[in-house]
């Protein structure tokens, strides 16, 4: 019988910072530059402070409820029929979040690497990519997150820290941006790319200790904001607030201007989409799990296995719908924007009505459904 208690608290923050920092990376520097200006950075910071609430919240109800999912007791708190609707919602916002993911490394690959490729090739590869490797456990879940959190992490600071020599700090000034009429805006658009944090609902059910989950939170959080605020810190450095704007994906821009010394690398582009794809691929394996996962809790099935390629058609006809770039990242504004209703609006809902109606999770509550196979 396998432990249903088995993941740490460094594996649960590894999870987190990898399915984070994802496909959202490249045009996250024009993102807040559009907000604010030179005050990208500030708007970068709070954006990352609005996606903790959600993942605080999160971390609050799970060790309320450590011994069930969060289907489970959301229909503890709130009762069953009104608690499937707000399931089915979390199931049909990641299909979405999956299909435009998929999307934007598609037009990413065929952008810059793979010219002469079909945009559908590169779309259902990695779909297929992810929908395979969601027929695992969550224990295999956790060390493939593992496994590639070095790879994401540490090529990520060595360029970081490689293009802050190019940087101008005047090009930063004034920190708090020369307007303020997109900030708000711009802040709940950098947070909607946190919201892949949503996967501790998942985790803390199967964790050892639920009641370390808002360190893990914390950690995660910490590392995965503070490298998006060092990114666009080095984009705007480098290029100026004026300059991102007339880029796409300035952090790809700021590889390319980006060299190792001596010249060994004159351009890190490539290391750097190399890296960037294992991101994409850690991000999409995450929201993919997430959804056939609540699928599986939400029907009362002990495998959820036979919902990997169930959804595979319904998220590959969505990532191809939009017609363009140009049209695809507005959609990608809009829906992760309206998302935050459902990845911390919902949860704070939650956790409000649980206070009121005194709902606390038992020791002696039984496993929450299948935590781990």
Do not use: C
């Amino acid at each position: 019988m396998q432990n249903t208690r088995s993941i740490t608290t460094i594996q649960s923050a590894a999870i987190l910072v990898s399915t984070i920092i994802g496909v959202g990376v490249l045009p996250l520097p024009l993102f807040a530059v559009r907000a604010a200006d030179a005050g990208a950075p500030l708007v970068t910071l709070l954006g990352a402070l609005v996606g903790f609430i959600g993942l605080a919240l999160i971390s609050i109800l799970g060790m309320r409820f450590p011994n069930q999912s969060f289907v489970e007791y959301s229909e503890a708190i709130i009762g069953k029929w009104l608690a499937a609707v707000g399931s089915l919602m979390i199931i049909a916002f990641f299909a979405v979040l999956t299909s435009l993911a998929a999307r934007e490394f598609g037009e990413v690959v065929v952008t810059s690497v793979l010219k002469n490729t079909p945009l559908e090739v590169t779309v259902i590869v990695m779909l297929l990519l992810a929908a395979v490797s969601t027929r695992n456990n969550l224990v295999t879940f956790t060390y493939i997150h593992l496994f590639y959190f070095p790879f994401l992490l540490g090529p990520a600071l060595l360029i970081i820290a490689l293009s802050l020599k190019n940087a101008d700090v005047i090009n930063l000034q004034p920190i708090w941006g020369n307007n303020h009429a997109h900030m708000l805006p711009g802040i709940l658009t950098v947070a909607s790319l946190f919201q892949g944090s949503f996967i501790m609902t998942i985790i803390i059910p199967g964790m050892h200790n639920p009641k370390k989950s808002m360190k893990a939170s914390l950690a995660a959080m910490v590392v995965s904001g503070g490298l998006y605020v060092a990114i666009v810190v080095a984009a705007v450095g480098v290029f100026g607030a004026e300059e991102i704007r007339n880029l796409l994906w300035p952090t790809l821009e700021l590889a390319k201007a980006t060299s190792l010394p001596a010249n060994i690398l004159e351009r890190l582009d490539a290391a750097f989409l190399a890296v960037w794809v294992t991101a994409v691929f850690t991000t999409l394996f995450s929201s993919y799990y997430l959804m056939i996962r609540f699928t599986s809790y939400l029907f009362r099935l002990k495998d959820h296995n036979m919902f990997a390629f169930f959804f595979l058609p319904f998220v590959f006809v969505m990532a191809i719908l939009p017609q363009n770039i140009l049209q695809m990242y507005q959609i990608i504004e809009d829906i992760g924007r309206i998302g935050l209703f459902i990845t911390i609006g919902y949860p704070a809902f939650l956790y409000i009505i649980s206070l009121i109606r005194r709902k606390r999770g038992e020791r002696n509550e039984p496993e929450p459904l299948d935590p781990v196979g």
